[in-house]
């Protein structure tokens, strides 16, 4: 598997911290920084998993700033991009079964590193559980077509 990562400054600890845990497992990993602690706007960052992601150039993302919440956003203009920012076991493993994400967003500033790394570890070996929820993404899929008329009620 290769994955995609990158925080801003908010993120940055934590975004190393999963590098550290990804190598380990030996999984290809590419870095897109920040590397430093320097202030920096989280959408330089997160544009790059995303972009990855969407093209297809990895199989999935990782992100963290702050909170999480302005990765998600970026994350989920691009096509086929599914992030989800998660604040828990419960939440990271559900991203997986039901939403199929393929970016994990975290909140540097909300998360306990261990939890962190334990949400990582079930997001990374948790499956889709198709089915229902394939629908679901299909109907998302639908959206990003353009067939939402935004006039309509
Ligand atoms: C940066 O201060 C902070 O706004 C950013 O890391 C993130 O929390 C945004 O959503």
Not at 30 to 44: I, K, L
Not at 49 to 75: E, F, P, Q
Request: with cysteine; aromatic share 6%; net charge neutral.
């Amino acid at each position: 598997m290769k994955i995609a990562i990158a925080s801003d400054h908010g993120g940055r600890e934590l975004k190393e911290e999963i590098v550290a845990l990804l190598k380990e497992k030996g999984i290809d990993v590419m870095d897109y920084g920040a590397d430093n602690p320097e202030s920096v706007d989280y959408p330089d960052y997160g544009i790059k998993v995303a972009k990855a992601v969407s093209k297809g150039t990895v199989d999935r993302g990782i992100l963290s700033c702050g909170t999480g919440i302005g990765m998600s956003i970026v994350a989920n203009k691009f096509p086929d991009v599914r992030a989800a920012l998660c604040t828990n076991m419960y939440t990271a493993r559900m991203s997986r079964l039901h939403n199929d994400a393929n970016v994990l967003v975290l909140g540097g500033r909300t998360l306990e590193k261990e939890v962190a790394l334990l949400m990582v570890e079930a997001w990374l070996k948790t499956e889709f559980e198709g089915g229902r929820h394939q629908r679901r993404l299909d109907k998302i899929k639908e959206l990003e077509k353009g067939l939402f008329n935004n006039k309509e009620e």
